[in-house]
């Protein structure tokens, strides 16, 4: 079901406490992606865990697990050609500092543990984390 055409992408905890979610959706309208699911979550300490478990060994693990409990976030599949690709250019790079402006991240933060998206990197990813 899941192809290079979707994407999941969601907003972390701390891009809607910026309330940021109006300017990250935007460009994916004007761009002309559709958005064919969304919904606003808390998400669990388990559910986090298995969502970064290729992070685990990482040092920040435990404070990126946390972060993202630190309020609700929104879980969105956007769908169109090239997304997958063509999303996280515009999205991103994750350490935002090195982000080009006129991406999202280039634009509206700074801090690697205070990014505001999440974004699938593979189709493979990608069907896990909607199925999660
Ligand atoms: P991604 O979000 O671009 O896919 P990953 O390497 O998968 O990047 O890292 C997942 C999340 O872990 C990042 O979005 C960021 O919040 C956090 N993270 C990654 N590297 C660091 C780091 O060096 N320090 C603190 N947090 C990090
Ligand atoms: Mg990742």
Redesign the pocket.
């Known amino acids: 079901m899941v192809n290079n055409k979707c994407i999941f992408i969601a907003i972390?905890p701390h891009g809607m406490q910026c309330n940021f979610v109006g300017e990250i959706i935007k460009p994916f309208e004007q761009k002309g992606f559709c958005l064919i699911a969304m919904k606003l979550i808390q998400a669990s300490e388990d559910l986090l865990k298995e969502h970064?478990i290729?992070?685990k060994d990482?040092?920040?693990?435990a404070?990126?697990v946390k972060?993202?409990q630190s309020g609700p976030g929104v879980s969105m599949v956007w769908e169109g050609l090239k997304v997958m690709k063509t999303g996280?250019v515009m999205l991103?790079?994750?350490?935002p500092m090195n982000s080009r402006p006129g991406t999202i991240h280039g634009d509206f933060c700074i801090?690697?543990?205070?990014?505001i998206?999440?974004?699938?990197?593979s189709v493979e990813s990608a069907e896990k984390e909607m199925g999660l």
């Open positions: 972390k970064y290729d992070l990482c040092p920040f693990f404070s990126l972060s993202m996280r991103r790079g994750t350490k801090q690697v543990g205070r990014n998206t999440h974004c699938s990197d």
